[in-house]
């Protein structure tokens, strides 16, 4: 459905789409009427028809969720969300954001849920890949507002060690050049102010409508009750208003990566 929607909205016939991806009219009517259960089109299709359709990459990520045998229950159904919200507000705690995290950083999650045998080496690098591929949602030609702010034990536990995470905090200040993006920082010192005992995300999606997500161990949860995403909504603009100011946060981010005492704890990041 999604592949016929994006070739509607750029006005192309079956055909037109399929001259320009390079595959027969037949195999383009197949990918947009292939039910659940039968072979997918293949990647590479995906790929092309995101190129022609200027789709962000969303083709890529529906391929990718259907061959993915590592994610919880109920995230494919939040990301094809994530595909179509408007804004996207996240608190996180514990780990940088899968839309934030850059390659090595995401690399290293996924290697420790393999030396555990939560997962298999095959399944990590999909993995990697599809977050990776959702990212581009944040650079596409019409991107989502997205607002997130970081638990200050996100930018505390040193995930892969701390090149890594030198060079995530590196791409994190990078993102303050793109428009579309707000990050704060909560720090500890909010105490039992904060809002939110675990990670969350509130989507708007194009109707105004609110859908939530939330991950506890080895689950996930959609929320769509109207009067607890009202509460939910509520309790964020709270957060906000308690958590470090972009300026703020970016002097923070930018002090931690040079290995100078942060101005608002008392960690001092290791020097190297």
Not at 35 to 48: H, L, V
Request: net charge neutral; glycine share 6%; proline share 7%.
């Amino acid at each position: 459905m999604q592949l016929r929607r994006s070739r509607q909205a750029a006005g192309l016939t079956q055909a037109q789409l399929a001259r320009l991806v390079g595959v027969d009219p037949s195999y383009v009517s197949y990918a947009e009427l292939a039910p659940p259960g039968r072979t997918p089109p293949s990647e590479a299709f995906a790929r092309d028809a995101d190129r022609v359709l200027e789709t962000g990459g969303t083709l890529l990520l529906m391929w990718l969720q259907a061959k993915h045998s590592a994610l919880l229950e109920g995230f494919p159904e939040y990301a094809a969300q994530e595909q179509n919200a408007t804004e996207i507000r996240i608190y996180e705690a514990g780990v940088i954001p899968g839309l934030f995290q850059i390659e090595s950083y995401a690399r290293a999650l996924a290697t420790g849920d393999v030396r555990r045998g939560t997962i298999t080496p095959q399944q990590a690098d999909e993995r990697v890949t599809y977050l990776l591929t959702r990212q581009q949602l944040l650079y596409r030609a019409r991107p989502p507002l997205v607002h997130a702010v970081l638990d200050e034990s996100c930018l505390r536990r040193p995930i892969g060690g701390h090149e890594v995470m030198r060079a995530q905090f590196a791409h994190l200040e990078g993102l303050y050049a793109v428009n579309n993006v707000i990050l704060q920082v909560a720090p500890f010192a909010l105490a039992e102010e904060r809002p939110f005992a675990l990670p969350m995300v509130l989507l708007t999606l194009p109707d105004q409508s609110l859908l939530g997500y939330s991950e506890s161990e080895g689950r996930s949860h959609l929320e769509r009750d109207t009067d607890r995403l009202a509460s939910w909504r509520k309790h964020y603009d709270r957060l906000q208003v308690g958590a470090l100011a972009e300026t703020a946060t970016l002097e923070w981010m930018r002090a931690a990566r040079k290995g100078i005492e942060c101005p608002t704890s008392t960690w001092s990041p290791p020097v190297g």
